[in-house]
Nanobody, 123 residues
Framework: QVLVVESGGGLVQAGGSLRLSCAASGRTASNYAMGWFRQAPGKEREFVAAITWSDGSAYSADFVKGRFTISRDNAQNTVYLQMNSLKPEDTAVYYC????????????????WGQGTQVTVFS
């Protein structure tokens, strides 16, 4: 399995920015993409964005298009999520994980999640 360490979360005022990092290790051939997911209290975990290691093809959920940008540094085995124009509804624990797409829906590969990083946006 791919092990991850998420970091970069914190408190930020609405309209501000944060850059999350995901350091990955234990990659295998089946790990062709990484995804960011988030979960807020009382809500199900949801897909945020994903990126392939090979060519950096990026995908994102409709509710973050134009605000969040995912990127990766293959040499560092690290995936980033640049979050701009943050809104209070973005408040959640953000997780990075090995992911794949199934009928245009990005889901977790396996059953491993890191510790996550808390993002809190206040107005």
């Amino acid at each position: 399995q791919v092990l991850v360490v998420e970091s970069g979360g914190g408190l930020v005022q609405a309209g501000g920015s944060l850059r999350l990092s995901c350091a990955a290790s234990g990659r295998t051939a089946s790990n062709y993409a990484m995804g960011w997911f988030r979960q807020a209290p009382g809500k199900e975990r949801e897909f945020v964005a994903a990126i392939t290691w090979s060519d950096g093809s990026a995908y994102s959920a409709d509710f973050v298009k134009g605000r969040f940008t995912i990127s990766r540094d293959n040499a560092q085995n690290t995936v980033y999520l640049q979050m701009n124009s943050l809104k209070p509804e973005d408040t959640a624990v953000y997780y990075c994980a090995d992911a794949y797409s199934r009928r245009s829906m990005w889901v977790l590969r396996g059953d491993y999640w890191g510790q996550g990083t808390q993002v809190t946006v206040f107005s």
